[in-house]
């Protein structure tokens, strides 16, 4: 039985980034829960796909094509939000490109498209359904981050994890300014979920001993899957949520919680005593 609480019927989410695997996965299970969607993405085809999805299970799926680092397009995609549905009550920022260097060889031009990708971007679509939502009384708004915001990852992330910092402390931000006007603004923070769309496949393939330096930093002993963010997002977006605010929910197999220097049983190279 489908509890109450956890109901989406009637409202209108807005996924950015939809096309991808956490997009892609969200928008699903917020369909399974009931809601109706406009997604986006810049790459038609994957977008379509969740389109599909999102029919077969009996919801409304509006498709826009859109750069969600562009103001001006992300203005746009609002236009078609007003008119196709009126409303938004849930927004989820998926979407954000990053630049992976040395920072000894970053490029000032990489970081500024990161930062903007990842803090404007994701801020413009923020301050886009915050007006909305304040309007309407309610809403919720789930900002999709990394661990790497919380504790560095190294291997060139300088900009990516300034970034990812950057929509932790505006989460934070704009849920006290907001929360006591109807709108609860929350953040995911993803470790290691391999998929299609975020690189990680193909970089374990190129360097078969990264998978292993990820695995001694989960405890939980193997890497997420796309599919498993969809019970915090349904919870955030949701009435199950009606008190949570502000908060940096990591899903992570229990990385952050785990010590640089600990050790967990099934550690791939552990030596040392348990």
Known sequence: MFHPLFDLTGRVALVTGAGGGFGGAISEGFAEAGADLLITDINPDTLRRTAETVTRLGRRAVPVVGDATDPQAIRTI??????????????VTCAGPAWTTRPEELSLDDLDRTLKSLGVGKFCFCQEAGRRMLAQGKGSIINIGSIASVSALGRGHVAYGMGMAAVVEMTRELSTEWSGRGVRVNAILPAQ???????????????????DTFLRGIPMGRLGRSEEIKGPAVFLAS?????????????????????????HPGMPGETASL
Do not use: F
């Open 78 to 91: 609002y236009d078609r939000l007003d008119q196709e549905y009126g409303r938004i009550d849930v927004l």
């Open 239 to 263: 009435d199950a949520s009606s008190w949570v605010t502000g908060i940096i929910l990591p899903m992570d197999g229990g990385n952050l919680a785990k010590n640089a220097g600990g050790s």
């Open 193 to 211: 979920v391999p998929n299609e769309n975020n690189g990680l496949v193909d970089r374990m393939q190129a360097s078969p001993a990264l998978r």
